[in-house]
């Protein structure tokens, strides 16, 4: 990411590796609770986002994923997936901010959605595909509570 003609570094973004840091898969009632998967569960879904600094430019993201579904009101599974990304981040000081969590989360977020489907099909359930996921409203909520918490600090 260089400019030839004067050697100043190009603002920019590049991901160096994407990794599964942890996960695991649960379903506490098997095998019998097969049988009761009548409809579509009831999923709930929490995703959240984690980063930190590594060094120069370079910084690990992690998306961190849990679905939690019943059917019939019986626990049918647990999923957590903490999926991450080493990226180099050349850019503004303000800017960085962003890019760890709204755009690097976008860029990964395709992958925690397969590997959730794909894990979900290889354990014997019904593929579940997450619906897509409002970052930037993420990001604006993480930050307004960030503020609240601070103002009440000085309060």
């Known amino acids: 990411m260089e400019n030839k003609e004067n050697n100043n ?9 994407q990794y599964i840091k942890d996960m695991s898969i ?3 009632l098997a095998p019998e609770i097969f049988k009761e998967i009548s409809s579509a569960p009831d999923v709930k ?8 600094h590594l060094e120069d430019g370079t910084y690990e993201v ?14 049918l599974f647990i999923i957590e997936l903490s999926y991450g990304s ?6 503004p000081e303000d800017a960085i901010e962003p890019m760890l969590y709204i755009e690097l989360p976008r860029l990964m977020f395709p992958f925690v959605r397969s590997i ?3 894990s979900l099909s290889a354990a014997g359930l ?5 619906s897509p996921i409002d970052f930037v409203a993420l990001y604006q909520a993480k930050k307004a509570q960030k503020a609240e918490t601070e103002t009440k600090k000085k309060a």
């Open 45 to 52: 879904v929490d995703i959240n986002m984690k980063h930190r």
């Open 126 to 130: 019904p593929p579940i595909m997450i």
């Open 9 to 17: 570094p190009q603002p920019g973004l590049m991901i160096l590796s």
């Open 62 to 75: 992690l998306l961190n994923t849990k679905l939690d579904a019943t059917t019939n009101g019986k626990k």
């Open 116 to 118: 959730v489907a794909n």
């Open 26 to 28: 649960e379903i506490p």
């Open 86 to 91: 080493v990226s180099a981040i050349n850019m």
